[in-house]
């Protein structure tokens, strides 16, 4: 009983901070086993926080609702890489620049450049294969790999895959990464949204975004708290750029993402794993009115994650 009464006065808490984040009058209420969270209207939402102890999703929100991954689909890009070339394979240093900066900065650049390079849309095919993904699907167009189909749930196997079943030193490469993730994203935007900045450290994060444009208005750019790794040589841009190889279609093109992915909304995710031992997987997917700014969606995410993560530490 104490231990609900605490969940609920955390709910109330947070659920009010999220509310004075939401800008608009409207306004969706979910309800969990300690309380309710309201999701301000206009947001689309699918959540999953599990519990790697108790092996249980103690809180979940559509979590099969496909969405479009935008950078989250960099975790299945390295861990093909990996899983590709065997544990005994070292590294070249010039790849090791594109997979370096893609996890910790999300680097468009460098995940474009090992998309084409590892077999475009098949990446994506033999990681549902291997992991036993249920909602994920490739994009429609097969050079954006940004409309990628995800799901909270697929996102939460993921992790466990990274974390249980794969190879030791696979999990060891990725997950330092994620745990080294830069407080400015390569393209100028402030990445430290959601769990960075709702739960407190050890964490390892993947987030992603997408419809926001190419960098943050002028005046609002990202203050790095960490360095961004310098961008991998030999990736190209403009020859990716001219296969229409990146994160989201350009600007007034016709693109689909795949069955029930919304391409025209902006997305914000942040996933990862959270604790001194990666106790928990929290994965948060949104999506926003095409008018919402950076700050208005990132402060909504890390309002959400908070009351998420508090819920979570009472179930």
């Not at 969706?28 to 599990?50: C, H, K, M, Q, R």
């Not at 998309?115 to 167009?141: F, N, S």
Request: with cysteine.
């Amino acid at each position: 009983m104490k231990r609900m009464w605490a969940a609920a006065v955390a709910v109330t808490s947070s659920v009010a901070a999220l509310a004075a984040t939401s800008g608009v009058a409207g306004a969706e209420t979910l309800n969990t086993a300690a309380g309710a969270v309201t999701v301000p209207d206009g947001i689309s939402t699918g959540f999953v926080v599990y519990d790697r102890d108790t092996g249980d999703s103690t809180l979940s929100y559509n979590a099969h609702k496909q969405f479009r991954s935008a950078s989250v689909v960099k975790l299945l890009i390295a861990l093909d890489y990996l899983e590709s070339h065997g544990p005994d394979w070292q590294i070249p240093q010039h790849d090791l620049e594109q997979l370096q900066p893609m996890l910790r900065s999300s680097d468009d650049t460098a995940a474009s450049w090992l998309w084409v390079k590892d077999g475009w849309e098949t990446i994506v095919q033999r990681m549902i294969a291997k992991i036993g993904l249920t909602d994920t699907a490739p994009p429609a167009d097969r050079g954006i790999w940004g409309y990628t189909a995800i799901s909270a749930a697929d996102v939460v196997k993921i992790y466990n895959y990274i974390l249980d079943r794969a190879d030791p030193r696979y999990r060891d490469f990725i997950m330092s990464n994620l745990r080294q993730s830069t407080k400015c994203g390569d393209d100028g935007f402030d990445q430290s949204f959601g769990i960075p900045s709702a739960v407190p450290r050890p964490w390892g994060v993947k987030q992603g975004w997408s419809g926001f444009g190419d960098g943050p208005a002028a005046g609002h750019e990202c203050s790095p708290a960490n360095p961004v790794p310098p961008d991998p040589d030999g990736a190209d841009a403009r020859t990716l750029a001219a296969m229409r190889v990146g994160a989201e279609a350009p600007a007034g093109a016709a693109a689909t993402g795949g069955p029930d992915i919304d391409t025209t909304r902006r997305a914000m995710h942040t996933t990862g794993a959270v604790g001194p031992h990666d106790n928990k997987i929290v994965v948060v997917l949104t999506l926003e009115p095409v008018d919402t700014t950076w700050e208005t969606s990132a402060a909504r995410i890390t309002a959400l994650t908070s009351v998420l993560y508090d819920i979570s530490q009472y179930l």
